[in-house]
T-cell receptor
Framework: DTAVSQTPKYLVTQMGNDKSIKCEQN?????MYWYKQDSKKFLKIMFS???????INETVPNRFSPKSPDKAHLNLHINSLELGDSAVYFC????????????????FGEGSWLTVV | EDKVVQSPLSLVVHEGDTVTLNCSYE??????LLWYKQEKKAPTFLFML????IEKKSGRLSSILDKKELFSILNITATQTGDSAVYLC??????????????FGQGTILTVHP
């Protein structure tokens, strides 16, 4: 069973369209993330939710809106897609531990390859 | 702003060689440093380091952290073609509004030729 699953894996779309990427984790974790990896392989955090509450919101255009209907799901909606949005988007999850964050519990999904043409 | 810098950016070696990958960081509220291996898809976890001077080992891979000098190294001995990947270093923040945030370096692309 896939621990963190994202759909779609590949998405090619035109500029100006609106698209969504879905993410689900079956690990029972309480924290989920969206990371963006650009063409230079730089992984950068975009958002983090803990128990459906937004806790990290990096400098991301308002066109990107995450939604967490429950703690096992974190979806990413992107409005008015631009060429520069082309990247791989990784969903991830972890479990908050007593005493703070423990890095080795972060599990990444396999990525969603978004190409805007 | 938190920063993680890896070197070299790319490395080409032959099977059997030993390689050392470097990671230096500047981060507020340091919690831990992590190494990931990324082949074609998801980054997979290798090590988490929280204390200086304690080497972590897994097979041919080992890593150590120096919190005074703010860097870590990842060593791979007797490299194999299957070690070819991008190796990512990341630093985790301790908590508060940065809870769970990983700041990644740009990665080192390792290519191992037969």
């Amino acid at each position: 069973d896939t621990a963190v699953s994202q759909t779609p894996k590949y998405l090619v779309t035109q500029m100006g369209n609106d698209k969504s990427i879905k993410c689900e984790q079956n690990l029972g974790h309480d924290t989920m993330y969206w990371y963006k990896q650009d063409s230079k392989k730089f992984l950068k955090i975009m958002f983090s939710y803990n128990n459906k509450e937004l806790i990290i919101n990096e400098t991301v255009p308002n066109r990107f809106s995450p939604k967490s209907p429950d703690k096992a799901h974190l979806n990413l909606h992107i409005n008015s897609l631009e060429l520069g949005d082309s990247a791989v988007y990784f969903c991830a999850s972890s479990q908050r531990r007593t005493g703070g964050y423990s890095g080795n519990t972060i599990y990444f999904g396999e990525g969603s390859w978004l190409t805007v043409v | 702003e938190d920063k993680v810098v890896q070197s070299p950016l790319s490395l080409v070696v032959h099977e059997g060689d030993t390689v050392t990958l470097n990671c230096s960081y500047e981060v507020t509220n340091f919690r831990s440093l992590l190494w990931y291996k990324q082949e074609k898809k998801a980054p997979t976890f290798l090590f988490m380091l929280t204390s200086s001077g304690i080497e972590k080992k897994s097979g041919r891979l080992s890593s150590i952290l120096d919190k005074k000098e703010l860097f870590s190294i990842l060593n791979i001995t007797a490299t194999q073609t299957g070690d070819s990947a991008v190796y990512l270093c990341a630093v985790a923040n301790a908590g508060g509004t940065s809870y769970g945030k990983l700041t990644f370096g740009q990665g080192t692309i390792l290519t191992v030729h037969p």
